[in-house]
């Protein structure tokens, strides 16, 4: 019950899965949460100190129920990495309610809810969140009106947190990533997309599921127990460079 406790959600895939293993790696134990009970299971299996709990993150009883259960069953919570989103990309006009409150559920209404939810343990521990963000919610993008209002409104929230619970030496950050090579994103890119942010990122690549991971560590850490309600976009120097013309760098 010594060892510290880091509770992931999104866990079953991508940058949360990826995270998970990085706190693995460093003796933590982990509450690897998801809503997809087989990925998350495939996920989980051989994972020592790793917890796996189901859950829908959008939904405050089965959040309720799950924090409940990482407490009994690992005492404690040190870091929370709220990971869990959606995404649903489509032009305004035909973004009805139902596709923009799907969106907003996961990515605005489940980190309040978990972030509620694990205070009092946080308190406790005084511990640290990491909210996942997205680059799409520092500069606006085509096709992204609710998931990147979802994420903007995410980094503004994190602020709230910082402010309120800060006195009791509970941290909170936002990680913004950039475009990362997960298996979704090169899914659904064409190489014109990927050419395309090839040229407008600085370091002229894709970010890592693993290079996203080793950010929202350093933010869950002693490393950085001076900062708090801050936003980092760990994106190649995306954000940095605005739109510009990618024809004048060559």
Same mark, same amino acid.
């Given at each position: 019950?010594?060892?510290?406790?880091?509770?992931?959600?999104?866990?079953?895939?991508?940058?949360?899965?990826?995270?998970?293993?990085?706190?693995?790696?460093?003796?933590?134990?982990?509450?690897?949460?998801?809503?997809?009970? @087989?990925?998350?299971?495939?996920?989980?299996?051989?994972?020592?100190?790793?917890?796996?709990?189901?859950?829908?993150?959008?939904?405050?009883?089965?959040?309720?129920?799950?924090?409940?259960?990482?407490?009994?069953?690992?005492?404690?919570?040190?870091?929370?990495?709220?990971?869990?989103?959606?995404?649903?990309?489509?032009?305004?006009?035909?973004?009805?309610?139902?596709?923009?409150?799907?969106?907003?559920?996961?990515?605005?209404?489940?980190?309040?809810?978990?972030?509620?939810?694990?205070?009092?343990?946080?308190? =406790?521990?005084?511990?640290?969140?990491?909210?996942?963000?997205?680059?799409?919610?520092?500069? &606006?993008?085509?096709?992204?009106?609710?998931?990147?209002?979802?994420?903007?409104?995410?980094?503004?929230?994190?602020?709230?947190?910082? =402010?309120?619970?800060?006195?009791?030496?509970?941290? &909170?950050?936002?990680?913004?990533?950039?475009?990362?090579?997960?298996?979704?994103?090169? &899914?659904?890119?064409?190489?014109?997309?990927?050419?395309?942010?090839?040229?407008?990122?600085?370091?002229?690549?894709?970010?890592?599921?693993?290079?996203?991971?080793?950010?929202?560590?350093?933010?869950?850490?002693?490393?950085?127990?001076?900062?708090?309600?801050?936003?980092? &976009?760990?994106?190649?120097?995306?954000? =940095?460079?605005?739109?510009?013309? @990618?024809?004048?760098?060559?």
């Amino acid at each position: 019950m010594t060892r510290p406790v880091a509770l992931v959600t999104g866990a079953a895939r991508g940058i949360g899965l990826a995270t998970a293993r990085l706190f693995l790696d460093d003796g933590w134990r982990v509450a690897m949460v998801d809503r997809d009970a @087989p990925a998350l299971d495939a996920a989980a299996e051989g994972l020592e100190g790793a917890l796996p709990v189901v859950c829908d993150v959008s939904d405050p009883v089965q959040v309720e129920t799950m924090v409940a259960a990482v407490l009994a069953s690992l005492g404690r919570i040190d870091a929370l990495v709220n990971n869990a989103g959606v995404a649903d990309f489509g032009p305004i006009a035909e973004h009805d309610f139902a596709r923009w409150r799907a969106v907003m559920a996961t990515n605005l209404d489940g980190v309040f809810l978990v972030s509620q939810a694990c205070i009092p343990a946080l308190k =406790a521990s005084r511990g640290a969140i990491v909210n996942i963000g997205s680059i799409s919610g520092l500069r &606006a993008s085509t096709l992204r009106v609710a998931y990147g209002t979802s994420k903007a409104a995410v980094m503004h929230l994190t602020r709230q947190q910082a =402010a309120e619970l800060g006195e009791w030496g509970v941290r &909170a950050n936002c990680v913004c990533p950039g475009p990362v090579r997960t298996r979704l994103a090169m &899914a659904v890119h064409s190489p014109e997309i990927v050419a395309a942010y090839h040229d407008a990122i600085p370091l002229n690549r894709y970010g890592s599921e693993a290079e996203i991971a080793q950010a929202i560590r350093f933010l869950c850490s002693d490393a950085a127990s001076y900062i708090t309600g801050q936003v980092l &976009a760990a994106d190649g120097g995306f954000e =940095a460079t605005g739109i510009g013309l @990618p024809a004048l760098r060559r």
